[in-house]
């Protein structure tokens, strides 16, 4: 009688709980709306001061936090998931991924007016006005030129890079995989850079993720990647491409061959030898993991892999001058070959069996050597993240093995952004502290919040229409779950997306703080102005939940954006989600 009794008063709590936290939000957020500063669409002071984000209270905050883990907890006693919403309980991560919303008849069509007439939500003129004039609109501008010259720092969308030679023809062609999945790219990529080996770059679809070019096959071979195209001569295996690339550029006595530094040494010398078993060393460590992941059920090949990797571990700690494999302040060809599969390895491990390679206590040289790596920035722009690895990892190498305990369970809903702590704002501490990267190399929040905003509104044509593939006919499915190119779209549904869009980027740009009273007023009027049934309107807001879903679960790292980016867009899009349904 008592707990009932307490039960009802809890649920009675609830309401006024959220209207307590809300009013909180409104009177902070409203304040810091009103005092953001003019923009100017027309000047644009490169370094300017940042807009102050507006901050929720930390009372505020709190509250909404209690009542999220209140109701979680309330549905865990009810034996349900605390966060997976009820009609999505009995399908798989994959169909989750894979789900398509559909849309009414041609003649049953009613549009749903939200954001339409509202003073609230900017067109996408002044949205790009209001993006101008920050810090992070400044760099993006800068960095879009450097793209275009080929010049810059390592960045994953350059598609030339020049290395100071400003106008000779580029004679080298980096075929690579467009989805950035592929570990033996990636050290091919990486090499490129650290040798500084002017390339341009064809980007080309893995099978997994849609249709490859015949002219694929000619160049290839096998249609494996990555290929490397010399003054007409292809190259194939990424080993002996990094081989050559080294070998080229260490003989360049042109005036642009800086880079002379050698990553591998000559047969004869003296870690010869020692280099070549260290490249066996990584097949056999990449053999067990894989045997490890993908072919036995839960423990089977864990004995056989941890063993190699204390042979990693003892390797890395052997010299003591630096954290490389082979002696010297540097990286060698050496840890270019093993950092991107050990960089699947930590995710996966972690992903599949609950085991923290990077910081377990036995393994203290492979952190150092993981860290001193993410300084590097010919491996850290290239760098995944967990998502984006975990889920290419099954459409490259099929089904992986689970140890499938509670534990492991709740990181993998972590990791994909099911459960109800994950991709929310501000990021939590324990989301980047597992995905970890070396603080004073990252951005502030609000920093990465406005950068991401500026790649999103540069990619405003074609954004809304890849969003929009959420809720038409479904086309072919490859093996990855997230690759549906052929989705019939449907372009009676795009004013919908587009306001789902702006609303997206509004968010990024002023904070979700500020953008949440607006989002609910205009929410309130739409479904005031709608004329239809509240089930109807409903259904018309969940095809903007699906589209916006859509894209969550697709930006990829480093594709798309930096993984700082991806936070702020994922967090803002949860958010989105939750305030629109
Ligand atoms: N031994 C090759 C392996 C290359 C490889 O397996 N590439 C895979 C991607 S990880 C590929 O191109 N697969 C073709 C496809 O999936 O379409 C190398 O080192 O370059």
Not at 342 to 349: D, F, G, L, Q, T
Request: charged share 25%; aromatic share 10%; glycine share 6%.
């Amino acid at each position: 009688m008592t707990a009932s009794l307490q039960g009802r008063s809890r649920q009675a709590l609830v309401p006024l709980v959220l209207q307590l936290a809300l009013v909180l939000h409104i009177t902070q957020t409203s304040h810091a709306f009103l005092s953001r500063p003019p923009h100017h669409p027309n000047h644009h002071p490169r370094r300017q001061q940042q807009h102050a984000p507006a901050s929720a209270t930390t009372t505020s905050l709190a509250l909404f936090k209690g009542v999220r883990d209140f109701i979680a907890r309330r549905r865990q006693k009810k034996g349900k998931s605390p966060d997976t919403p009820p009609e999505e309980e009995n399908m798989t991560k994959y169909e989750r991924f894979r789900q398509v919303t559909p849309i009414p008849p041609v003649g049953e069509r009613r549009r749903y007016p939200l954001g339409v007439g509202s003073s609230s939500l900017p067109g996408m003129e002044d949205l790009w006005g209001e993006a101008w004039p920050t810090t992070a609109c400044g760099d993006a501008m800068e960095r879009r030129d450097a793209l275009n010259e080929g010049t810059g720092p390592p960045d994953a969308e350059a598609l030339v890079r020049r290395f100071g030679q400003v106008n000779a023809t580029i004679q080298t062609v980096f075929y690579k995989d467009a989805a950035s999945w592929c570990p033996y790219c990636a050290s091919v990529w990486t090499m490129l850079e650290e040798k500084q080996m002017p390339y341009t770059m064809k980007r080309i679809n893995l099978l997994s993720y849609g249709e490859k070019p015949e002219w694929l096959y000619d160049i290839s071979g096998t249609g494996l990647m990555p290929v490397l195209e010399v003054g007409g001569r292809m190259l194939r295996e990424s080993v002996d491409i990094c081989k050559f690339i080294d070998w080229w550029r260490g003989n360049d006595v042109s005036p642009a061959g800086q880079n002379t530094r050698r990553l591998w040494p000559n047969k004869g010398d003296d870690l010869y030898e020692e280099a070549e078993a260290l490249l066996g060393l990584e097949r056999d460590l990449f053999r067990d993991w894989f045997i490890y992941l993908f072919e036995g059920p839960e423990e089977r090949g864990h004995k056989e892999f941890w063993a190699v990797l204390l042979q990693v571990e003892a390797a890395l700690a052997k010299h003591k001058d630096g954290p490389w494999f082979l002696p010297g302040e540097e990286p060698s060809l050496v840890d270019i070959v093993f950092a991107p599969k050990v960089e699947r390895m930590v995710a996966s491990c972690l992903y599949w069996k609950g085991m923290t390679l990077r910081g377990h206590a036995e393994l203290p040289a492979l952190a150092k050597w993981l860290d001193a790596l993410d300084r590097r920035p010919s491996y850290a722009a290239f760098k995944a993240d967990f998502f984006t690895l975990v889920n290419s990892l099954e459409p490259l190498f099929g089904r992986a093995y689970s140890v499938g305990t509670p534990e492991v369970q709740e990181i993998q809903r972590k990791v994909d952004g099911f459960h109800y702590t994950s991709w929310r704002l501000p990021v939590s501490t324990e989301e980047s502290t597992r995905e970890y990267l070396p603080p004073d190399t990252q951005p502030s929040e609000s920093y990465a919040r406005q950068s991401a905003a500026v790649r999103i509104i540069l990619n405003n044509k074609r954004l809304p229409r890849y969003m929009a593939r959420a809720v038409r006919t479904p086309g072919p499915e490859y093996r990855s779950p997230l690759a549906d190119p052929q989705n019939a779209i449907d372009e009676w549904v795009l004013p919908e997306v587009e306001a789902a869009y702006r609303y997206l980027v509004l968010a990024l740009l002023r904070g979700k703080e500020v953008v949440a009273p607006l989002v609910a007023a205009d929410k309130a009027a739409a479904d005031r102005a709608y004329g239809g049934t509240a089930e109807e309107a409903r259904a018309a807001r969940g095809r903007m939940v699906a589209c916006l879903n859509y894209l969550k679960f697709r930006v990829g790292v480093p594709r798309d954006m930096t993984l700082a980016e991806a936070r702020q867009v994922r967090g803002a899009l949860t958010w989105l989600v939750e305030a629109l349904k």
